[in-house]
């Protein structure tokens, strides 16, 4: 059994900020932001993929048969489903996005996922597949050859796989049947709804949009939406309207952030991240206790018994706690340098800067996915 302790010990002391400029970035409109109401919507479906060699559905997957038999049916043929057999045949879900505005004869890429217990759907040919929206109504078909980035091959238990052979895709293989309810040019009040919740941000938007039209047209309702109110404009065309306000260029001042995975150690640092004077010590101690089993055995002719006794040995390693000291104002990229030098992994980066953050030293947001 091996036991590894890591000790860190984080030593605060926070001082009165001498005060830094924020860094700024000048953007577009289109950039940070978007129009309420204008979105893409998700299409699902229910279909069959054919033509397999033999890496289909087995003869178990019942609906499989079922929607196979349902599909002859409608085509004048009568086949039992019990008497059917489908390892050419797999079934699957298809989705899709709708883009907004989408009329129809407009061409979508649609994913294929198998859904039964096929090993590959690799060369198979997806069949006329209806796709629908969340509300139930029917937008969109799909139909065509699946493409897929990986394969699976073998048998007699000697097989290889690479990347998901079960998930395809179609480029342009749906077709939009029936256009997308989202018509904005008769709207009196449009809105822009920013990636990230900022009021500063969203004054900037504003303040910016007020300015072209030198007009109190754009208000903050929040921190993440900017209203338009269009009946203060004399007269207006939307779509024009739009181009003009997604073109204008603003100022912001982006959030200090670390964005932290501990599944993978991956670390993720902002640029205008930074920390109070700190002292961070850092060591570690490792205990590693083994037992290894020797034998008892007894004189020849006498009666005792051979036995097996433990000898367990106890080893400790503990290094020197190394230091790293960073002054007011340094930057968490100068942290990680100071941590790499004195041989922390990324793991120990993660666990030191959540103790920053814990201690009030780390002038950031502290994300952890």
């Given at each position: ?117 096929a090993k590959s ?39 290889k796989q690479l ?152 080893k400790t390693d ?52």
């Open positions: 059994m091996k036991l590894r302790l890591l000790f860190i010990c984080v030593l605060v002391a926070v001082f009165a900020s001498s005060g830094t400029a924020e860094s700024s970035m000048k953007v577009l409109v289109r950039d940070i932001s978007s129009v309420e109401g204008v979105r893409p919507n998700s299409l699902i479906g229910y279909g069959l993929v054919v033509g397999l060699n033999g890496t289909g559905d087995r003869r178990q997957t019942v609906f499989t048969t079922q929607t196979l038999a349902s599909v002859l049916q409608r085509m004048g043929v009568q086949v039992p489903p019990g008497s059917i057999r489908v390892n050419n045949v797999a079934s699957v879900f298809v989705t899709a996005s709708l883009p907004p505005f989408a009329r129809s004869g407009t061409r979508v890429d649609v994913t294929v996922s198998s859904l039964g217990d759907i690799e060369g198979g040919l997806l069949l006329l597949t209806s796709l629908r929206g969340p509300d139930g109504e029917f937008y969109a078909t799909a139909q065509g050859p699946v493409l897929v980035g990986g394969y699976a091959a073998g048998g007699g238990g000697n097989s990347n998901h052979p079960t998930v395809g895709a179609i480029p342009a293989g749906g077709i939009v049947e029936r256009d997308a309810p989202n018509d904005i040019s008769k709207n009196s009040k449009l809105a822009l709804i920013l990636t990230s919740d900022d009021y500063s941000t969203a004054q900037a938007v504003a303040g910016a949009i007020n300015t072209e039209y030198s007009a109190a047209v754009a208000e903050v309702a929040d921190g993440r939406r900017v209203e338009l109110d269009l009946a203060r404009l004399p007269a207006h065309n939307i779509p024009a309207l739009l181009t003009r306000i997604e073109t204008l260029s603003v100022t912001i001042h982006p959030k200090a952030k670390v964005v932290v995975n501990e599944r993978t150690g991956t670390v993720v640092i902002g640029k205008d991240v930074k920390l109070g004077a700190v002292s961070i010590l850092h060591g570690n101690l490792s205990i590693e206790i083994a037992t290894q089993f020797g034998v008892s055995q007894p004189q020849p002719f006498s009666s005792g018994e051979t036995t097996s006794i433990a000898q367990p040995s106890l503990e290094s020197k706690a190394k230091r790293v000291e960073l002054n007011e104002g340094a930057t968490v990229q100068d942290l990680v340098g100071g941590l790499q030098a004195i041989g922390a992994t990324t793991r120990d980066i993660v666990s030191i800067l959540q103790a920053l953050r814990s201690a009030g030293a780390l002038q950031a947001e502290l994300e952890v996915i």
